[in-house]
């Protein structure tokens, strides 16, 4: 850091400066990003654009190229960064980065895991909500997607974060040789096979510390939910997934846009509990009957009662007392609906 300014200030505010990356954006709306140098140049198949133009200018002013096309300048968030940067790994989405840095509860000055690291995306969130108190320490199998990530992270800021260390390893083994033991106050996971890392997390953790994990499928979350659960030492594991509709305003034409990025991936969030402490077994609702196996077979359309079971589809059994009522209820509804009919 230099000065008194805190970490990647000086990249975001005042005038534009050889060395910053900026968003163009067209009359339709298309975005490019490019870097600002002295006497740089941007070509297109509609134009060149000096860069001239922009130094030393403030954010928001539209510029014209050399065949009259005008952009939009603006510095890129850091929703657009991410999506712009150079990609080893696939980045997270900001809509679940927002999500892990509030679930996770990072807050500025904590000591805060990560694994993988990948392009660095998360790694950007993390380090800003850690703010230059913190620290992140960050560990990744492959050398190369290191480096993506410290280049991208650095770019970021404009100067490497006081508070970050990328270590080459495996994060089921590394942190144990790393972290200080409990001594860690948040873990982040983005990784193929976190359930891998569970004994290393259990022994940095810090008790009251949260864990949330980043997987893209089912299969992944099932596994990692029913291990946390075996393992001991963690609080119910709880997981959600966000999606993000983005709208169309035109006039009155206000509506949901027809396209949207349907699946990224879940968040799975556990905390540690005190050593030698046994999670609380949560009370299940009482099953009050069983449904007939020749039932599940009609609703299922199979023989295979093993697997389509509610047992194991988790389905919710409804009471005789619920089923009654909601029955009474439509009743009246076909009373309701009858007398209408009548009276005309
Ligand atoms: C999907 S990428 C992470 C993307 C990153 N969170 C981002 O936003 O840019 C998954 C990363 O985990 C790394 N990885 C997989 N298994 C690992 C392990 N056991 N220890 C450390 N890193 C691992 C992979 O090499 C890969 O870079």
Same mark, same amino acid.
């Given at each position: 850091? +230099? ?6 200030? &000086? ?16 009359? *339709?709306? $298309?975005?490019?990003?490019? +870097? ?9 198949? &509609? ?7 922009? #130094?030393?200018?403030?954010?928001? #002013? =539209?510029?014209?190229?050399?065949? /009259? ?25 900001? *809509? ?8 996770? @509860? ?10 993988? =690291?990948?392009? /660095? ?8 909500? =850690? /703010? ?14 290191? @480096? ?25 083994? !590394? ?25 290393? =997390? &259990? ?5 009251? /510390? ?18 946390? *659960? ?28 027809? $396209? ?10 556990? $905390? &540690? ?22 039932? +599940? ?6 023989? @295979? @009662? ?8 988790? +389905? !919710?059994?409804?009471?005789? *007392?619920?089923? !009654? ?14 007398? #209408?009919?009548?009276?005309?």
């Amino acid at each position: 850091m +230099t000065g008194a300014s805190p970490i990647g200030q &000086r990249m975001r505010t005042g005038l534009l400066k050889a060395g910053q990356r900026v968003q163009l954006t067209d009359y *339709k709306g $298309r975005k490019s990003t490019i +870097t600002l140098s002295d006497g740089g140049e941007w070509h297109t198949h &509609r134009g060149v654009l000096h860069h001239d133009k922009l #130094i030393s200018q403030p954010e928001g #002013i =539209v510029v014209e190229n050399s065949a /009259g096309f005008r952009y939009q300048v603006l510095r890129p968030l850091l929703n657009d960064y991410v999506l712009s940067m150079p990609r080893g790994a696939t980045v997270v989405y900001p *809509k679940d980065s927002a999500q892990i840095v509030q679930v996770a @509860d990072i807050f500025p000055g904590a000591h805060v895991l990560e694994a993988g =690291v990948g392009s /660095g995306a998360l790694s950007i969130s993390l380090l800003r909500a =850690v /703010g230059d108190s913190g620290t992140l320490n960050s560990y990744e199998l492959r050398e190369e997607f290191a @480096d993506i990530a410290r280049s991208n992270v650095e770019a970021f800021f404009g100067e490497p974060h006081p508070g970050w260390t990328i270590r080459i390893g495996d994060a089921a083994q !590394r942190p144990l040789e790393i972290e200080e033991p409990g001594g860690v106050d948040r873990v982040v996971l983005d990784m193929l096979t976190p359930w891998n890392c569970l004994d290393a =997390v &259990r022994t940095v953790l810090a008790p009251g /510390g949260v864990w949330v994990s980043y997987v893209a499928t089912v299969t992944q979350l099932s596994r990692l939910a029913e291990e946390i *659960k075996q393992s001991g030492g963690f609080t119910e594991p709880e997981a959600h997934e966000t999606m993000l509709r983005t709208w169309h305003l035109d006039g009155l034409a206000v509506r949901p846009d027809h $396209r949207m990025v349907a699946h990224t991936g879940f968040l799975l969030s556990t $905390r &540690r509990l005190a050593d030698d402490q046994l999670p609380l077994e949560l009370k299940k609702r009482e099953k009050v009957s069983e449904p007939a196996t020749e039932d +599940t077979q009609a609703w299922a359309g199979t023989n @295979d @009662d093993e697997i389509w079971d509610q047992e194991t589809l988790k +389905t !919710r059994v409804v009471s005789r *007392k619920k089923a !009654r009522k909601a029955a009474a209820n439509s009743l009246k509804h076909v009373e309701a609906a009858k007398e #209408i009919v009548h009276d005309e």
